[in-house]
């Protein structure tokens, strides 16, 4: 079955960078997207960006522009993330999550998703 | 960007239906896709390209799109529904094309 298992919690301190990574089994990574979204405690969902696994496109949220980049390794099936210069209202759980394009359409939704980092800032 | 608007919160009692909406400017030209976030879990998604439900989901939960509003229905509602719902586009025509509402807390009484 497709699972997406996510590295485990990061405590940073702020202008530090940090690096989720999400391991993908049970489909080939390459047949799809990933797509990044975060959670602010108490807050709605914030999408982050999404890259093509067959071709490394991507394309980010403009106010993470600069300071996000998404990558996948096909020889290890995984996606990672890095955002850098961090600042406390970057603290967050980051999700990552397979995107699978509507049939015949360039539109993507999100079929499974990863179990979650958390990601602390703080001085 | 796009812009997709849910109410905060819609209370409904056990067994009753909830309705769920999401507005935006001519969704109806694009693909609606609903999410289930249940307290310290991960999304879920269990309504996609408007209507469309993935494996697994029961079928009490079904969504539809006319004209400038998509809605999540849930028939028979039971304890477990009780949760966050988001709405989500891809929207094309922008450079910040993955789109999510600000979720509707669903409550059973």
């Known amino acids: 079955q497709v699972q997406l298992v996510q590295s485990g919690a990061e405590v940073k301190k702020p202008g530090a960078s940090v690096q989720v990574s999400c391991k993908a089994s049970?489909?080939?990574?390459?047949?799809?997207?990933i797509t990044w979204v975060r959670q602010a405690p108490g807050q709605g969902l914030e999408w982050m960006g999404w890259?093509?696994?067959?071709?490394?496109?991507?394309n980010n949220a403009q106010n993470l522009q600069g300071r996000v980049t998404m990558t996948t390794d096909t020889s290890t099936n995984t996606a990672h993330m890095e955002l850098r210069s961090l600042r406390s209202d970057d603290a967050a759980v980051y999700y990552c999550?397979?995107?699978?394009?509507?049939?015949?359409?360039?539109?993507?939704?999100?079929?499974?998703w990863g179990q979650g980092t958390l990601v602390t800032v703080s001085s | 960007s796009y812009v997709l608007t849910q109410p905060p919160s819609v209370s409904v009692a056990p067994g009753q239906t909830a309705t769920v909406t999401c507005g935006g400017d001519?969704?109806?030209?694009?693909?609606v896709h609903w999410y289930q976030q249940k307290s310290g879990q991960a999304p879920v998604l269990v309504v996609h390209d408007d209507s469309d439900r993935p494996s697994g989901i029961p079928e009490r939960f079904s969504g539809s799109n006319v004209g400038n509003t998509a809605t999540l229905t849930i028939s028979r509602v039971e304890a477990g529904d009780e949760a966050d719902y988001y709405c989500?586009?891809?929207?094309?025509?922008?450079?910040?094309?993955?789109?999510f509402g600000s979720g509707t807390k669903v409550t059973v009484l």
């Open positions: 890259i093509s696994a067959h071709n490394g496109y991507t």
């Open positions: 999550a397979r995107a699978t394009a509507v049939t015949g359409t360039p539109f993507y939704y999100f079929d499974h």
């Open positions: 989500q586009v891809w929207d094309t025509s922008s450079d910040h094309p993955g789109v």
């Open positions: 049970g489909y080939t990574l390459t047949n799809y997207g």
């Open positions: 001519n969704i109806r030209s694009k693909s």
